[in-house]
């Protein structure tokens, strides 16, 4: 469906069972005004929300030219740095998202962080439009007393940690307790529990780093606990198949209630590790070990839900429960930080504020992905709204909306980069570093072994 032209007004217009006739080029395409003949596009953040928006903005637009800035030295965002390492098919998007990139309509600039290395405004000053792709960097804090001690991490810094995010390689997480809690029930604390208690054999061949492997192979975690505030009707993750939310319901109702047979039964009982979900309990404490020092243990608040349908709450029934616990992962969500003063943001919601990724009282700037919407859904959901942002831009190009006249793009910002002492890193350096990847991997049968200090990289070419 990505690969055909849409009317200018979106593909959402279209009745579901009306597609355009195939072959068929709709007006959108190819009649721009001469003063929109080579509309110079910037798109901050290079994970799936950036690539899939410059996919779209050079498609639909055949003279169109995107940038696309990215503050790691490395593209490819959380589909590098967020999927699991034992996930590897989830990854296959990155061919198409290589493919983009070598689009001569197209460049890489990583290293450079907006806000920081250049604002938002000079990005302004050089594009017809600039969009916001950046993500959600940061996590949700549990705001319970107790959450500074050590043995309290966020899942966020963990996955970070095994898949090779720089600034979180300095995590080393303490595994020598026997049982860790997790604090969440979405993809991410699955994701988390199944690392955490996967025999490190069956990671040895995926792309997880060389330090979290070395870790993991000492660790003495066996039990694991999922805890939730609601029950198992409300739970956050999802499966790969057709209606999700009823097989979910199926598959842990037949866990809950099916009696395992003889040989099933002998294997859970001489099984090493395990894990479990903890329904209707909500974080109050972390608990102190006597001497005051690290993390023991959780106190949580037995809930029960009120309310129907969405407006369904877990409100506390008054019983506590402590769970010992060496390790306390926070898994209840990511958040998104503002880029620059220039730009809006909404700091209760962490999104920047926007209509159908347009960003509310800036003209030319726009927003797609987690920054837009807040961190949920999987990569095909933000795919359509990527694509529905950059449909946005065209559109409002189109309607003389945007600036006219041509604009310097990055040759403008690779001058302002240069008098600050900044090298970006093009996409063929980055095929330099991803060849150096694969082949540190080779001799230990990984895919790769991923390179996680940025000074490395930028050595490694030359920088």
């Not at 279209?14 to 721009?32: D, N």
């Not at 001058?415 to 095929?431: H, K, N, T, Y």
Request: proline fraction near 9%; aromatic fraction near 8%; hydrophobic fraction near 35%.
């Amino acid at each position: 469906m990505a690969s055909r032209c849409w009317r200018w007004w979106g593909w959402s217009a279209w009745p579901r069972t009306r597609l355009p006739p195939a072959g068929s080029t709709p007006s959108f395409c190819h009649h721009f005004s001469t003063q929109e003949k080579t509309p110079q596009i910037c798109v901050v953040g290079s994970g799936p929300a950036g690539f899939y928006t410059a996919q779209h903005l050079l498609k639909q637009h055949p003279q169109a030219h995107v940038d696309i800035y990215e503050k790691q030295p490395v593209p490819f965002g959380l589909v590098r740095f967020g999927v699991a390492p034992d996930h590897p098919e989830v990854k296959n998007v990155i061919n198409t998202f290589t493919q983009t990139a070598h689009s001569g309509r197209c460049a890489f600039w990583g290293n450079v962080e907006v806000g920081r290395d250049v604002t938002v405004p000079e990005l302004q000053e050089a594009y017809h439009a600039v969009v916001l792709s950046y993500g959600a960097e940061d996590h949700r804090a549990l705001e319970i007393p107790g959450e500074e001690l050590p043995g309290v991490c966020s899942a966020r810094a963990f996955v970070g940690w095994y898949n090779g995010l720089p600034e979180n390689q300095e995590l080393e997480p303490d595994l020598s307790c026997d049982t860790a809690v997790i604090l969440g029930q979405g993809n991410v604390a699955l994701d988390v529990a199944r690392i955490l208690l996967t025999p490190p054999e069956h990671l040895e061949r995926t792309d997880i780093t060389k330090a979290a492997l070395g870790v993991l192979r000492q660790s003495r975690v066996k039990t694991v606990w999922l805890v939730g505030r609601r029950g198992p009707l409300q739970v956050a993750f999802t499966i790969k198949v057709p209606r999700p939310r009823k097989r979910l319901t199926e598959l842990l109702l037949r866990t809950a209630t099916e009696k395992p047979g003889p040989a099933e039964a002998a294997r859970q009982a001489s099984a090493s590790r395990a894990w479990g979900l903890r329904f209707f309990r909500s974080p109050q404490q972390v608990l102190p070990s006597p001497d005051g020092r690290r993390a023991a243990g959780v106190r949580l608040a037995v809930t029960r839900l009120e309310g129907v349908d969405e407006a369904t709450r877990a409100v506390p029934t008054g019983d506590m429960e402590d769970l010992p616990c060496g390790l306390v992962l926070s898994s209840i969500g990511y958040k998104s930080r503002p880029v620059d003063p220039s730009v809006p943001f909404d700091s209760k919601l962490g999104v920047i504020p926007n209509v159908e990724g347009r960003v509310m009282d800036v003209p030319g700037l726009y927003c797609s992905g987690w920054v837009k919407r807040g961190p949920t859904g999987v990569i095909a959901t933000t795919m359509t709204d990527s694509f529905l942002t950059g449909q946005m831009l065209l559109q409002d190009l189109k309607a003389g909306l945007l600036p006219s006249g041509p604009r310097p793009g990055y040759a403008a910002i690779q001058a302002l980069l240069s008098s600050r002492g900044v090298r970006p890193v093009s996409f063929s350096d980055w095929e330099k570093l991803d060849a150096e990847e694969v082949a540190r991997g080779q001799g230990t049968g990984k895919p790769r072994e991923k390179l996680v200090d940025p000074q490395e990289m930028l050595r490694l070419l030359g920088h």
